[in-house]
């Protein structure tokens, strides 16, 4: 069985392969007779010689995209819906541009005789310093600059910072002391008067999560529901109830 595989050499891509039938067969880019276009671009690969597969896979994938917007140009459109040419169209538009662009900017490069518009590279020799006397003003100024600038990049003091964090930190571990001292004395304590009698929201969440953390190391126990629910504290040794 004879392998068929195609030379494309005069023409660099798929998309350049397309410009060039719809120059030969004068269509109108932006409103592509699909069918046509396809039937041409097919006919035009298999005029071709033999190429590796590599080369090959681009102007496959190219027919595989014209079969795809001619089967969707066969179906109704639905109102809103857009025409499967325009990915295309706008790919040949910009291919169009940049070619023209290239070929503009390749026929400046062979009018100006290839000339370079760089200045060679200059060997600088390595030269001392120059020393020179300045007068004692202009060194004053000098370093006045300096120290000004040098003390733009020093950072604010913390008095500017002040009214920025408005909620202070409260620490579990302070509450779950409170709360421990607490149930010493008394004996029991309601969670809703624990929760509410706190001064700040993140009081009440302290004591919330010392709680939880009392509870979950069986230091307490917790009895009745809702509003009257209370904590006891435990007995070493005390089953968890």
Do not use: C, N, W
């Not at 913390?158 to 620490?171: D, M, P, Q």
């Not at 009257?228 to 109830?241: D, F, I, R, S, Y």
């Amino acid at each position: 069985m004879q392998q068929m595989t195609y030379t494309l050499d005069m023409f660099e891509g798929p998309l350049d392969l397309l410009l060039h039938l719809i120059e030969q067969h004068k269509l109108d880019i932006r409103d592509i007779p699909i069918a046509l276009l396809l039937e041409q671009y097919l006919a035009a690969l298999d005029k071709q010689g033999t190429v590796d597969p590599d080369s090959m896979s681009e102007f496959l994938m190219m027919a595989t995209k014209l079969i795809y917007i001619k089967s969707r140009m066969l179906l109704p459109m639905e109102e809103g819906e857009e025409d499967p040419r325009a990915e295309l169209v706008s790919m040949l538009a910009d291919y169009l541009h940049y070619k023209e662009l290239a070929g503009e900017l390749g026929g400046r490069y062979e009018q100006y005789g290839r000339r370079l518009f760089v200045r060679p590279q200059e060997q600088m020799g390595q030269q001392p310093p120059e020393l020179r006397q300045q007068p004692l003003p202009t060194l004053l100024e000098a370093y006045k600059a300096v120290f000004r600038s040098s003390l733009r990049r020093v950072p604010p003091p913390i008095e500017s910072f002040s009214g920025i964090i408005v909620h202070k930190a409260v620490s579990v571990a302070t509450k779950t002391f409170e709360l421990l001292r607490g149930l010493l004395r008394k004996g029991r304590l309601r969670v809703y008067d624990v929760i509410y009698s706190q001064t700040s929201r993140s009081d009440a969440i302290a004591a919330f999560m010392a709680i939880l953390e009392l509870s979950a190391r069986s230091r307490v126990g917790l009895s009745g529901e809702g509003e009257q629910m209370e904590l006891t504290l435990k007995k070493e040794g005390q089953a968890v109830g």
